[in-house]
Structures are given as C-alpha cells and as structure tokens.
C-alpha cells in the first residue's frame, strides 16, 4: 500500500524502540526509508533493532536514556540531532504498566508509571518541540496510548497507566491546537491488545485470561503489529496533513463490546434468538 520511499528524508526519534510496538514501528519506518533513532534504557535490543535495520540496508542509531529524566532526554536529543542533522518526527511509545490491587501501591509504583508515561512523554515533547519552534522547521508527534484512557473508561486495576495515558491524551489535544502555528502536528493512537512480551508478561495474569480477552474481542483475535505501524505510518505521513489532535482507536471494536448495555446478548446461542423470534412471529 505504501510507497517504499515515501518516508526518504525523514529522521524519527522513537522511545521504547527496541523491543514490543516500537521496535515493529522502528522496523516499518526504516523499511520506507526513514532514519530512525531509537532510545530506551537498555542497550542490548537497541542495538539488535539497529543492526537488524542496517543489516536490511536501512539507517538507524540508538541512544540509552531514561525518558523520566529531562537532562537525559535532552542528551538524547543532542545526539539525535547530530546523528541525522535534525529530527522531524518524534514518537512517544516507551511505557511503564503493571496489574495491581490500587489499595495496595506503594507512591512510588504510582509515580514511576507517571514518570515513564506522562513525564516521559512530555519531557520527549518539550526537548523537540522546543527545537522545532526555534527552527521554524514544524514537526510531527505521535503519542501511543491506550483504548481505556482515549474512551475516558479507565480501567480498574491499571489506575497509574489510566492517569498517565489519559494525561498523554490531555496534552495531545492540548497541543494540536497551541503548536499548529508552528506546523507541529500531534496525534495518537489507541490500541487495542496487541501481543508483546512487555506487556504480556506484566499485564495478561494468565492463560485463562488471555483467551477470555481473545474471545471477548468482537474479531476473536489481538492486533497483529503491521496493523498499528501501518496506521502510524499513515498518520505520520504527508497523507494525514490535516489530521492533527486525533486519536486512533485501533483494536477490533474491543472498547464498544464492553461500553453497549446489551452486547452481552452476543453470549446467546443462535437457537434461543430463534426461539424467540418464533414466539414474537406467533403472536402476530
Ligand atoms: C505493584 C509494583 C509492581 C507491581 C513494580 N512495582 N511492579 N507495585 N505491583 N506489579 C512498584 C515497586 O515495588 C516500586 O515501588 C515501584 O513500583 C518501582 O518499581 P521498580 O521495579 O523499581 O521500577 P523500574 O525498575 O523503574 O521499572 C518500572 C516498571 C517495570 C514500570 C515497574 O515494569 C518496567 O520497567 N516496565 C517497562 C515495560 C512495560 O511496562 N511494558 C508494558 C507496557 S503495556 P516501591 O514502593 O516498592 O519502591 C501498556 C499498555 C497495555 O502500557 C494495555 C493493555 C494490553
Ligand atoms: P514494551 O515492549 O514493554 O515496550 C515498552 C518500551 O518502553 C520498552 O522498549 C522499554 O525499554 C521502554 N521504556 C520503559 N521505560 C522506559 C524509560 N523509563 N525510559 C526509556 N524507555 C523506557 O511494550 P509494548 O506492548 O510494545 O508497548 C508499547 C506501547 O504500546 C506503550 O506505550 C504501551 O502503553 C502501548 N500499548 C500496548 C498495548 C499492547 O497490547 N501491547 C496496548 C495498548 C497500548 P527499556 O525497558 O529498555 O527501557
């Protein structure tokens, strides 16, 4: 569907890119031909993602930071910059999520999902945002959030996430319409539960559940990766130009299954909807 040269000249910067969601959307925008410098806290999958890249013939360079501190980021923006020249797309990805009782979290877990989320995601906003306006160069962000924060449901049992992505939703409205007239252009997408090992491990409490959540999604199935980076690409692209503080919601109508007050009517087997039908048929 996509031009493999359409994202020739462009230089993204992607937090949380060597592993899960980041590392699929590293891959996907490097095979367009982007420059893709991606950062997170551990070295090792970032080097991964990058050799994969370069091995593939692509560009791609890392930078080890923890988006919770300013100073790092900015370090991190430094180097971007003098990597590639300058950077035009920033994506905020990287995340910190558990399931916990909420009576149970000590401030810290609570702060720490805060920290990774919103303040990571806005110390990435301001360290671009800053430069792009001084620039005069306009820019694009991509937020990645979640379907329970951009339907303002929340969910019970992930409360720090909930304030932190809704937080990253806040200011991505918030700024689509304060930057515009610097040609900054800020989205988001919602997914849906797309496999990783991350949130996996962290989030699915076990195989009962994973296949309760499988089987609750109107498409009986997770996203798959090339799902949501082909969206992200679109988004970040010359073809969304005019979409700017919109949010995405991509997971296979997962969040309406749960908000409609009779879609539990979907557990009723076709034979008792036929019974039914019949007894209405009669008495007409
Ligand atoms: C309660 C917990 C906890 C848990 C950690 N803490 N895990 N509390 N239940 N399961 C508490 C700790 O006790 C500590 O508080 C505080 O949180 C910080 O923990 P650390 O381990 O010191 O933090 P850190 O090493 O910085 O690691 C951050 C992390 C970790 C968020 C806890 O899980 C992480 O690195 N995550 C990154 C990747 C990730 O989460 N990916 C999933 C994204 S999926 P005290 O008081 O003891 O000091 C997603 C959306 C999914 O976001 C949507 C649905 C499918
Ligand atoms: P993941 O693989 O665990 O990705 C999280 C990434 O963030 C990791 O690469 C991690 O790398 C990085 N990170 C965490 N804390 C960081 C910090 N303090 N500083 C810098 N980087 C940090 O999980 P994922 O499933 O791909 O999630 C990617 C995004 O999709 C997240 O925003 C998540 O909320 C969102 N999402 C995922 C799902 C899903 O079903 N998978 C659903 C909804 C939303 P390090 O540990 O090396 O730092």
């Known amino acids: 569907m996509f031009d493999k040269n359409m994202f020739k000249g462009r230089a993204i910067f992607l937090t949380g890119g060597g592993t899960g969601l980041g590392r699929s959307m590293a891959l996907h925008f490097a095979s367009l ?7 997170g806290r551990r070295e090792e999958p970032l080097k991964e993602v990058c050799a994969e890249i370069q091995g593939a013939g692509g560009e791609a360079a890392y930078f080890t ?17 003098a990597q590639f020249g300058a950077i035009d797309t920033l994506v905020n990805n990287a ?4 399931i ?4 149970k979290l000590s401030a810290n877990a609570f702060n720490t999902v805060i920290g990774i989320v919103l303040n990571g995601s806005f110390h990435c906003t301001q360290a671009f945002g800053k430069r792009w306006i001084a620039e005069k160069s306009g820019g694009n962000i991509l937020n990645i959030v979640t379907t329970y924060a951009s339907t303002n449901a929340g969910s019970a049992f992930v409360v720090p996430s909930a304030c ?8 991505t409205t918030s700024l689509a319409v304060e ?10 997408i919602a997914p849906g539960p797309f496999p990783t ?10 195989k009962q559940f994973e296949e309760h959540a499988k089987e609750k999604n109107p498409m009986k199935r997770f996203g798959r990766h090339e799902e949501l980076t082909s969206l992200a690409v679109f988004l970040l692209s010359d073809m969304a130009e005019y979409i700017n503080g919109e949010c995405v919601v991509i997971d296979g109508a997962q969040w ?4 409609g007050e009779f879609n539990d009517l979907l557990m009723l087997p076709d034979s008792v909807w036929e019974q039914m039908e019949a007894a209405r048929a009669k008495k007409s």
């Open 33 to 39: 031909g982007a420059r893709v410098f991606i950062a």
């Open 65 to 81: 930071c923890d988006v919770r501190d300013y100073a790092a980021v900015e370090a991190a923006a430094d180097k971007a910059y």
């Open 95 to 98: 995340a910190g999520n558990f």
């Open 100 to 103: 916990a009782r909420t009576e």
């Open 164 to 171: 932190a992505k809704a937080g990253v939703l806040a200011m």
């Open 179 to 188: 930057w515009a007239k610097y040609r900054i252009r800020i989205n988001a």
């Open 197 to 206: 090992e991350g949130a996996w491990s962290r989030l699915m409490a076990s």
């Open 256 to 259: 309406l299954r749960g908000a």
